[in-house]
């Protein structure tokens, strides 16, 4: 008997279907599925894991964070114990019947490890299995890829799942000890635990080092002067020489303006947008952004679509889509698909098909692309979302460019030289699928050179220099690729954890004093882990093992050198280090003045419940008191309400971010409630309202 092992159970439930040569008989090992079919003329049992099926952890005895020295972990024995016991008891069962075993598990690095944990047990249950080992590869969960694939069958690549090995070693590793040790020099244990990582540390020091950029940015002031005309419609134009650094010489130019406005140029210049080229990872992550999609939730949702079979595997570096790949056999299937089906349509319609070719090209996996029709009812509206991007993505790299024309309008009014541009889109082309980079037509009055317009006015616009722009998380997600951080499969996580521990916030993302602060002292005292460099070199060592070109072990003890001589740096300083980190934790957990005293007001903890609350530093002397939500971070805004004074937060918990003020009694939060209740009243006939979260807060505090 065969038996096929795959990452997950909807997985191996679809390659039962379109492998079996008859009925499929629906199992159980205890509460774990597993699939019986006909293949090929053999019994065959298909199972599917939950991802990891083991846990890297340290021996019991280094557990104690405060007992146990963080330097011991680095030559620590790292232990594999059984994550997921149920799933695990379930392959050594199945195992036991099978005289040979089929890893199909998602084919890449991680793939390739989960399905060589998952070997272990089978052999720790069935030793006769080791010289029986086969491995099916494919890239999207359709009939005819996962077909092929098990027509060519291939062997485990051990390589690849050391390489995935190293990663998690080498992260346990660095994350345990160097986490442990700031932890500990600042006194943060529990859930305020600090955390530092091989790849989220120096990501985290690239949004510092921009906000202090931001923050040492002096704005330069400068004005430009905007003018009204009208030929029939009126419109904006601008003065030619754009920025004026004096005041008196925008002034000047203001006051020699003169009605009417006399045309000088008229230029048009067509131009070509060319489609884009396929999505790989990055580019897909860095799309679902731009319409409001994180990329670990992008990440998740991809993940979905792929399992549940509606598009290719969403991990790859791929911008070329292979020449096996059946175009029109797509477009077939997309005709149906709502919004997108006629689009489909046209193209199948129109000959030969001319797919966009990025520059990266690789052969494990083929661009993401959609492999089903999905329909808008049978997704929620997130996943929508996705295959919608995903779809339109596909049929715009078929497409042809879009064409635009690009007009100049020159003037001069009263001596002075005034102009305006506009573009419009003459022929769709891809942007007619794909809205997400279109941009709104720019439409200018049809003139003639010599041509008197009128004046109907013009101002002084003082405006300032900006500082350079905080990273959105698609443009960090690009960054972190040039730079060598993470992989594609690694980064929306490691930008989530930033999140989670609360070093960054926001959306563009802002960082918290906290996460400045741990940045500065890693680059001040453990500049190894700071820079991207080292990481850098350490992703190219895996993809080194991933080719056989050298071992895990080598690399795994390569990266402990390194990381006993930060250790070293960070001991030497760490009174130091601590006094930075502890310098921006108090800045984040000061909310503002006493209304009482005039010291700061600070969040603290009370002792036995451990609810968070608004204290007075001037305490036992001052004993003033506010409630805190429960739930959400904190972020202290330096601001004030205008209603009572006192400062105001922005929360930041499952819903949406809410600003609001500390004090319960504010005036605000008395008529909201007011409004509230009576809006219940009217609606519910009297009936009682329900305590808003606020008050729940105070409740409980």
């Given at each position: 008997m065969r038996l096929i092992i795959?990452?997950?159970?909807?997985?191996?439930?679809?390659?039962?279907?379109?492998?079996?040569?008859?009925?499929?008989?629906?199992g159980k090992h205890r509460s774990v599925p597993h699939q019986t079919f006909t293949w090929k003329g053999e019994e065959t049992m298909s199972v599917g894991l939950k991802g990891h099926v083991l846990n890297l952890e340290y021996p019991e005895e280094y557990s104690n964070w405060q007992k146990v020295e963080p330097s011991e972990l680095i030559d620590a024995e790292i232990l594999k114990n059984v994550s997921?016991?149920?799933?695990?008891?379930?392959?050594?069962?199945?195992?036991?019947?099978?005289?040979?075993?089929?890893?199909?598990?998602?084919?890449?690095?991680?793939?390739?490890?989960?399905?060589?944990?998952?070997?272990?047990?089978?052999?720790?249950a069935n030793p006769k299995l080791m010289d029986h080992v086969e491995r099916a590869r494919f890239s999207a969960l359709t009939?005819?890829?996962?077909?092929?694939?098990?027509?060519?069958?291939?062997?485990?690549?051990?390589?690849?799942?050391?390489?995935?090995?190293?990663?998690?070693?080498?992260?346990?590793?660095?994350?345990?000890?160097?986490t442990r040790w700031v932890s500990r020099a600042t006194k943060r244990y529990g859930n305020?635990?600090?955390?530092?990582?091989?790849?989220?540390?120096?990501?985290?020091?690239?949004?510092?080092?921009?906000?202090?950029?931001?923050?040492?940015?002096?704005?330069?002031?400068?004005?430009?002067?905007?003018?009204?005309?009208?030929?029939?419609?009126?419109?904006?134009?601008?003065?030619?020489?754009?920025?004026?650094?004096?005041?008196?010489a925008a002034k000047t130019a203001h006051e020699n303006l003169a009605d009417p406005a006399v045309v000088t140029e008229v230029?048009?210049?067509?131009?070509?947008?060319?489609?884009?080229?396929p999505f790989n990872t990055t580019a897909f992550l860095t799309a679902a952004a731009g319409i409001g999609i994180s990329p670990s939730r992008a990440s998740r949702l991809a993940e979905d679509l792929y399992t549940d079979g509606y598009i290719s595997y969403p991990r790859t570096d791929n911008t070329a889509y292979p020449r096996s790949l059946d175009l029109?056999?797509?477009?077939?299937?997309?005709?149906?698909?709502?919004g997108a089906g006629p689009y489909a349509e046209k193209l199948l319609q129109g000959g030969k098909l001319s797919p966009t070719r990025g520059k990266k090209e690789t052969t494990d996996h083929p661009p993401i692309y959609p492999t089903a029709r999905a329909s808008k009812g049978a997704l929620r509206d997130d996943q929508w979302k996705v295959y919608q991007l995903v779809v339109r993505r596909f049929l715009a790299t078929l497409s042809g460019p879009a064409k635009t024309l690009r007009t100049?309008?020159?003037?001069?009014?009263?001596?002075?030289?005034l102009v305006t541009n506009g573009t419009v889109v003459t022929e769709e082309g891809w942007l007619g699928v794909y809205p997400y980079s279109r941009r709104s037509d720019e439409e200018l009055p049809a003139l003639e050179e010599g041509q008197e317009v009128a004046l109907l006015g013009a101002e002084i616009l003082a405006k300032e220099t900006q500082p350079p722009g905080r990273y959105g998380q698609g443009r960090l997600i690009k960054v972190m690729e040039d730079l060598g951080l993470g992989t594609k499969a690694t980064r929306p996580g490691i930008i989530q954890n930033l999140y989670d521990r609360g070093y960054v916030h926001g959306d563009p993302l802002i960082p918290t004093e906290t996460g400045i602060a741990v940045a500065q002292a890693l680059?001040?005292?453990?500049?190894?882990?700071?820079?991207?460099?080292?990481?850098?070199?350490?992703?190219?060592?895996?993809?080194?093992?991933?080719?056989?070109?050298?071992?895990?072990?080598?690399?795994?003890?390569?990266?402990?050198?390194?990381?006993?001589?930060?250790?070293?740096?960070?001991?030497?300083?760490?009174?130091?280090?601590?006094?930075?980190?502890?310098?921006?934790?108090?800045?984040?957990?000061?909310?503002?003045?006493?209304?009482?005293?005039?010291?700061?007001?600070?969040?603290?903890?009370?002792r036995k419940s451990r609810k968070r609350f608004v204290g007075c530093e001037g305490y036992p002397e001052c004993r003033v008191t506010y409630p805190l939500p429960q739930r959400g971070d904190i972020i202290p805004l330096g601001t004030t309400c205008d209603a009572c004074g006192a400062p105001e937060i922005k929360v930041l918990g499952k819903r949406r971010p809410w600003i609001t003020c500390i004090n319960m009694d504010c005036p605000k939060k008395q008529e909201a409630a007011k409004e509230k209740a009576a809006a219940e009243n009217a609606e519910g006939g009297g009936r009682p309202s329900e305590k808003s979260e606020q008050e729940l807060e105070k409740s409980t505090t």
């Open positions: 795959s990452e997950k159970a909807n997985t191996a439930k679809k390659i039962s279907q379109f492998l079996a040569e008859g009925p499929v008989k629906e997921e016991k149920g799933v695990a008891n379930a392959v050594k069962a199945l195992a036991k019947k099978a005289d040979r075993v089929v890893i199909a598990t998602d084919f890449d690095r991680e793939g390739e490890l989960i399905g060589v944990e998952a070997l272990s047990l089978a052999f720790e009939p005819g890829e996962v077909t092929r694939a098990f027509d060519e069958l291939v062997e485990v690549s051990r390589d690849l799942a050391d390489a995935g090995a190293a990663r998690q070693d080498i992260d346990l590793i660095w994350g345990a000890t160097l305020a635990f600090l955390s530092v990582g091989r790849v989220q540390s120096p990501t985290l020091v690239l949004i510092a080092e921009r906000e202090r950029e931001r923050r040492a940015f002096v704005p330069e002031p400068y004005w430009e002067i905007e003018a009204t005309l009208r030929n029939g419609e009126p419109f904006t134009v601008r003065h030619a020489r754009g920025r004026f650094k004096e005041e008196a230029q048009q210049r067509s131009a070509s947008r060319p489609a884009p080229t029109r056999e797509v477009l077939g299937y997309l005709k149906g698909v709502e100049t309008l020159r003037f001069d009014s009263g001596g002075e030289p680059k001040d005292f453990a500049s190894e882990i700071a820079s991207h460099e080292m990481t850098a070199e350490l992703e190219k060592s895996m993809d080194a093992i991933s080719e056989g070109k050298t071992s895990k072990e080598n690399v795994v003890d390569t990266s402990r050198d390194i990381l006993r001589r930060v250790y070293q740096h960070l001991e030497s300083s760490e009174e130091q280090f601590a006094d930075i980190v502890r310098s921006g934790i108090k800045v984040d957990e000061t909310l503002g003045s006493c209304p009482e005293c005039g010291n700061n007001l600070i969040i603290r903890r009370n």
